[in-house]
């Protein structure tokens, strides 16, 4: 309970929401193959943001993790090979298919 007391810790989750939102939205604009592996690099950037907020080095447990991830990434891209998505564009309100 000590944690809910501290602004810090209210602002973490007011951003994560705010993540889970814009995650929601580019999953309505974008494949899942590309939006959800760009989720995923988040997670290594934590890494380095961890390492400079701390005022540390990460440990090597830590870039271990984070290079299996990216290893993990590469490898799924690599055997989905994703396409672009052709998307039918809008011609605005009202306007008759032609």
């Known amino acids: 309970m000590g944690r809910a007391r501290q602004p810090i810790w209210w602002a973490g989750v007011g951003v994560m929401c705010i993540g889970f939102l814009v995650h929601g939205f580019s999953?309505?604009?974008g494949s899942l193959t590309v939006v959800q592996p760009v989720q995923v690099v988040q997670i290594v950037y934590a890494v380095a943001i961890d390492a400079c907020l701390?005022?540390?080095?990460a440990s090597r447990a830590d870039w271990t993790g984070a290079a299996l991830i990216v290893a993990g990434l590469v490898a799924f891209m690599l055997a989905l090979q994703p396409a672009p998505t052709s998307r039918p564009t809008s011609r605005g309100c009202g306007s008759l298919p032609r």
Do not use: A, N, V, W
Not at 54 to 57: A, G, M
């Open 54 to 57: 701390r005022k540390r080095p």
């Open 27 to 29: 999953l309505s604009i």
